[in-house]
């Protein structure tokens, strides 16, 4: 297994560092989730820091062994103002990581599509109704200290519910004078790219480990996608993730790396528990 660039108490001495120091940073925790610490506020993006679906399918004949190490228990972390929850894979929408993050953080609000509002509290518990921000793709929410818009994902396609809300989404957030893009789980798509544009992102957290049907599960970006996408869209960087996570579902990130180079798209790889001021 992996080691950690830093985890436990290095990471929260590295976030309460940057707390004092007032500064913007970003971590990446694994698989799809992002801290992000800003002197205005901070945002967990799609966070998933338990062994739930390593111990839920150890038994299968789809193992989800972990390559890399967990980098902290979600309740050691606070803070917390935004919790993102794109979609209702546990990958992004983890009991097992949440509840103990709710406990921890009782002001803090889980963003997510209004389409999932039943699936999320039959999986947390009705209690935890008043803490729920629901979007639509195309929709914006003003909370303290930054805006949030609601972006379309295919995953593998634009699912919707009955009342045509997206069951598939990323976040655009705007926070301390800084534009951040989490794109969920998501294959390119009609409109994603123009969607994006006006915003321009600053940072934009992309997935790179590809869609491949022998997997059994539904698919994402490749990386030469993701470099692409970026580029389209004007990412200031473009930082991948979903990968480094299960050994069936990874990618090697040489391949978005080389097509950033190619395309002239700035880029930063990160280890686990790895963070860079943004």
Not at 24 to 46: M, N, R
Not at 100 to 125: E, Y
Request: aromatic share 8%; net charge negative.
């Amino acid at each position: 297994m992996k080691q950690a660039f830093q985890n436990d108490d290095a990471l929260l001495a590295d976030i309460e560092q940057t707390r004092t120091d007032e500064k913007t940073k970003i971590w990446w925790l694994g698989q799809s989730g992002f801290l992000v610490v800003t002197p205005k506020g901070t945002i967990l993006f799609d966070p998933y820091l338990s062994d739930s679906l390593s111990k839920k399918y150890a038994d299968t004949d789809k193992p989800h062994v972990r390559v890399t190490e967990q980098v902290i228990a979600p309740g050691r972390l606070t803070g917390i103002d935004i919790i993102t929850s794109s979609h209702n894979h546990t990958d992004h929408l983890d009991a097992d990581t949440l509840l103990p993050l709710f406990q921890a953080n009782p002001r803090a609000k889980l963003v997510c599509p209004r389409a999932n509002r039943d699936f999320i509290l039959k999986r947390l518990g009705d209690e935890f109704a008043d803490r729920l921000v629901e979007m639509n793709a195309g929709e914006a929410s003003d909370l303290p200290g930054m805006t949030i818009h609601g972006i379309t994902a295919a995953h593998n396609s634009l699912e919707r519910d009955e009342a045509g809300n997206c069951k598939f989404m990323g976040f655009v957030v705007e926070l301390a004078g800084k534009t951040f893009y989490h794109s969920g789980d998501t294959l390119l798509h009609d409109g994603l790219a123009e969607s994006l544009k006006p915003f321009a992102p600053d940072v934009a957290f992309l997935p790179i480990n590809g869609n491949k049907p022998e997997r059994r599960v539904a698919g994402n970006l490749n990386g030469v996608e993701a470099a692409d996408l970026a580029k389209e869209i004007g990412a200031g960087i473009v930082v991948p993730h979903h990968f480094d996570m299960f050994e069936f579902n990874t990618a090697d990130p040489s391949e978005f790396e080389n097509a950033c180079r190619k395309n002239g798209q700035a880029y930063r790889t990160l280890r686990n528990g790895e963070g860079f001021v943004g």
